[in-house]
C-alpha cells in the first residue's frame, strides 16, 4: 500500500518551528476517496512566506486545530475519482498541502488546462500564471497604468510578484528600477531592470539619493512589495501625478 506522507503542524510554534515539537514528519496510509470525492497526487508544493502565519492558532481571521497538515498551494493529477466533474488523468490546483496525497470535494479546486500555454511547468501556476502574476498584472496595469517612457520602481523586485512587475513594465516600454539586497543584485539583472538599487543597511536618506540618481526626472510608479525605509525614500521621489500600487507592507 502506497503510503501518503504528511508535515503535521502540532501546536502554534513561538519564533522559529521546532522539528518533533511544532511540526513532524507523520506516514501514513494513502486515502481513497468517497462518492463526489476525489483523491490528488500531488506533484508540485508551494513554499510561501504567509505559510508560517497559517501555522499560528489564529490566522488570517480563522482559527485552527491541530493538529493538522501544513497549509500550502498545491498542483497534482487525479489518479482517483468518484466525482463527475473531476475525471482521473486531470491536472488540478488547490489548497492541498504538504503531503504526498489530498482528497477533495472539488471546493476551490481549479483545473488546469491539457496544454499549458508556452511550454511552462505545471509549478509555473504558482508564479507567472499563479497568485502572483494575476497580483502583478492587475497591481501595474489597472492601479498604475503606466506609459511607455514613464519610470517604474519596485522594491522587492526579485520576489514571486515584484520578479513579474519589472517584466511587464518592460513590455509597456517603461524604464525599471528595482531596489533588492545585496545578494540578489545579479538576479534582478537577469529579470532585466534596467538598473538596481541595493537597499541593504542603508538609511531613507541614503535610499533617497540613489532613487533620485537613478531616476532624475522623478518616478511615474511605484510597485510597493515591502514598506518600510524603501516605501519611504520612494515616495519622496515621486514625480507630479504619479501612482502607487501597495502589494505588500
Known amino acids: 500500500q502506497e503510503i501518503n506522507r504528511q508535515w503535521v503542524v502540532l501546536q502554534q510554534p513561538q519564533g522559529a518551528p521546532v522539528l518533533g515539537k511544532d511540526i513532524e514528519l507523520r506516514r501514513n496510509p494513502k486515502p481513497a476517496p468517497e462518492d463526489g470525492e476525489f483523491l490528488v497526487r500531488v506533484t508540485s508544493m508551494s513554499l510561501d512566506p504567509y505559510i508560517r502565519g497559517t501555522m499560528n492558532r489564529i490566522a488570517y481571521g480563522r482559527t485552527q486545530t491541530y493538529p493538522r497538515v501544513m497549509t500550502c498551494g498545491g498542483v497534482g ?36 488546462p491539457a496544454k499549458i500555454p508556452g511550454g511552462c511547468r505545471p509549478s509555473c501556476f504558482f508564479g507567472v500564471l499563479g497568485m502572483p502574476g494575476a497580483t502583478a498584472y492587475y497591481g501595474l496595469l489597472e492601479i498604475c497604468e503606466p506609459k511607455s517612457g514613464e519610470t517604474v520602481l519596485v522594491s522587492s523586485c526579485t520576489g514571486a510578484v515584484g520578479s513579474i512587475v519589472g517584466q511587464i513594465a518592460k513590455i509597456k516600454g517603461c524604464k525599471t528600477i528595482g531596489m533588492t539586497s545585496s545578494g540578489k543584485l545579479a538576479l534582478a539583472k537577469e529579470f532585466g531592470y534596467d538598473s538596481v538599487i541595493d537597499y541593504s543597511g542603508k538609511s531613507v536618506r541614503e535610499l533617497i539619493r540613489d532613487i533620485r540618481a537613478a531616476a532624475p526626472q522623478g518616478v511615474n510608479c511605484y510597485f510597493d512589495n515591502a514598506g518600510g525605509p524603501c516605501t519611504e525614500a520612494a515616495l519622496m521621489c515621486l514625480a507630479r501625478f504619479a501612482r502607487v500600487a501597495v502589494c505588500g507592507q
Not at 463527475?84 to 498541502?97: E, I, K, N, T, Y
Open 77 to 112: 493529477q487525479i489518479v482517483e475519482s468518484k466525482h463527475a466533474d473531476f475525471p482521473v488523468g486531470a491536472m488540478v490546483q488547490g489548497q492541498f498541502g504538504w503531503q504526498d496525497f489530498a482528497v477533495s470535494k472539488g471546493a476551490g479546486i481549479r483545473l488546469l
